[in-house]
């Protein structure tokens, strides 16, 4: 192990005292960053912090290139910007100098990506010609809809961050969109439901569901819902009640078609893909927070699935209420943002 002599140790803790960057005291001393940081940490608290303009090897110019890099999307991460900006550089900067660029000349923040769908400019007029259509629905009217959907859960779960630079307060941006598709360790598929009085039922999908297995579920599982729904005094009767579901073709199928002709349920038209229309996606949220807050994982799928059922039934008829009541804010996010991706 290298011993530093006592007089660079106490050279380095002088250059620590007037604020100076690690970078630069390891460079001018002859010593590692590393050790430069480690002595930093054990500085008094009023000792300067490092003095970032001192440290900033990028011209003005150049600062204003890497943020306009970013914001025009020619670059999606610091590291991506640093590698372009170097290449006009005889003497190349690192990453962490970009990144501090990003912050104080374009006011930038890294923010964590939103998943959201890839929308097309087909499905962009299609959503915003549905929200134009129901721009007038009140919550009243929402609440004779009965909402579905389908919904991975995992037994052990992580879907790795990502992150986007975005001007501070800026609303939803494409540099911080995730694009995804509706269905992509052990997991389980469920189908569930909800309405204004609460959850309805709750069906784990056995392997690929199919039209015929969702038939069947519309007949064991959401016409037990619509019944304890149309029940409801202050709630429309069944002939009034809306279904919803989304566009996927087993949903769409002849035979689902048929099936909601023969049993007098009117479906809500859909526009594809509208996972932010449609408040149950929160409720799934909801949900595996739920699943998230034990202290152990489940051993398997099966302990998952009753764990699932469990949490299912706490979940109470105010939260629904509440992810119902947002409807109206979620139509004029989608007017406003014509079409386009929204915060929710």
């Known amino acids: 192990m290298k011993v530093i002599p006592e007089v660079t140790l106490k050279a380095v803790k002088a250059s620590l005292a007037t604020g100076q960057p690690s970078r630069a005291i390891a460079k001018d001393l002859g010593v590692s ?10 500085m008094p608290r009023d000792t300067p912090k490092p003095n970032a303009s001192a440290a900033n090897k990028l011209t003005a110019q150049d600062n204003e290139y890497a943020v306009s890099l970013m914001k025009r999307g020619h670059a999606k991460t610091a590291v991506e910007a640093t590698r372009i900006v170097n290449q006009g550089l005889s003497k190349p900067v690192c990453a962490e100098t ?36 129901h721009r007038y629905w009140t919550v009243d009217d ?9 919904t991975k859960i995992n037994r052990l779960c992580s879907d790795g961050l990502q992150y986007g630079w975005v001007e501070r307060g800026s609303g939803l941006s494409d540099r911080i969109i995730q694009p995804t598709v509706k269905f992509g360790g052990d997991s389980i598929m469920v189908w569930g439901s909800m309405a204004w009085p609460g959850v309805g039922a709750l069906v ?14 519309l007949e064991n599982a959401l016409l037990p819902t619509i019944e304890r729904v149309s029940s409801e005094p202050e709630l429309p009767p069944r002939n009034h009640l809306i279904f919803q579901q989304d566009n996927d073709p087993k949903h769409t199928s002849k035979l689902a078609m048929r099936w909601f002709q023969d049993a007098g349920i009117k479906v809500l038209k859909w526009p594809a893909p509208s996972p932010d ?23 398997g799928v099966l302990e998952l699935w009753e764990r ?37």
Do not use: F
Request: net charge positive; with cysteine; hydrophobic share 35%.
């Open 308 to 344: 699932v059922r469990e949490a299912w039934k706490t979940i109470t008829a105010e939260t629904c209420q509440t992810l119902i009541e947002s409807m109206p804010r979620r139509v004029e996010a989608v007017i406003k943002s014509r079409g386009g991706p929204t915060k929710y």
């Open 204 to 217: 784990k999908i056995v392997g690929t569901m199919d039209s015929q297995q969702y038939v069947d579920i």
């Open 277 to 299: 229309l449609n408040p149950i996606e929160h409720l799934w949220v909801h949900l595996k927070n739920l699943l998230g807050s034990q202290s152990e994982a489940p051993r």
């Open 98 to 133: 970009v990144r501090r660029a990003l912050k104080e000349v374009g006011n930038l923040v890294a923010r964590k990506k939103k998943k959201k769908p890839a929308l097309t400019l087909a499905h962009r007029r299609k959503r915003l010609r549905w929200a134009i259509e």
């Open 142 to 150: 929402w609440k004779s809809v009965i909402w579905s959907d389908e």
């Open 33 to 42: 960053k590393s050790l430069v940081n480690k002595m930093r940490s054990s």
